[in-house]
């Protein structure tokens, strides 16, 4: 059973800055593609960034375009969301995901697997 832990959230101010990481474990051969994934207070869950397990092709929503870069380890199994110039409507609960297929998605209901998530507070 595939498994994903998030970590590496928490507060801060406006244009500062965040590593978000995700641990991938049990099962990761059948993994393709990681996404991540935000849902503030009242919104649904929306699209932030994907990309291939082989980390040569990428895709960022328009509202974080610029700003974040959504990376992987492949040897420690790992994903990452560096999260640079964070504003005050970045605040949210940030989640991990993973898709068995090999194409690309930003739709939340095409990801197979999903972590506990972590939040992410930024100050104005």
């Known amino acids: 059973q595939v498994q994903l832990v998030e970590s590496g959230g928490g507060l801060v101010q406006d244009g500062g800055s965040l590593r978000l990481s995700c641990a991938v474990s049990?099962?990761?051969?059948?993994?393709?593609?990681m996404g991540w994934f935000r849902q503030a207070p009242g919104k649904e869950r929306e699209f932030v960034a994907t990309?291939?397990?082989?980390?040569?092709?990428?895709y960022y929503a328009d509202s974080v375009k610029g700003r974040f870069t959504i990376s992987r380890e492949n040897a420690q199994n790992t994903v990452f969301l560096q999260m640079n110039s964070l504003k005050p409507e970045d605040t949210a609960v940030y989640y991990c995901?993973?898709?068995?297929?090999?194409?690309?998605?930003?739709?939340?209901?095409?990801?197979?697997?999903w972590g506990q998530g972590t939040q992410v507070t930024v100050s104005s």
């Open positions: 995901a993973a898709r068995q297929s090999t194409a690309l998605n930003v739709l939340a209901r095409r990801y197979d697997y």
């Open positions: 049990g099962g990761t051969f059948s993994i393709n593609v």
């Open positions: 990309i291939n397990w082989s980390g040569t092709n990428t």
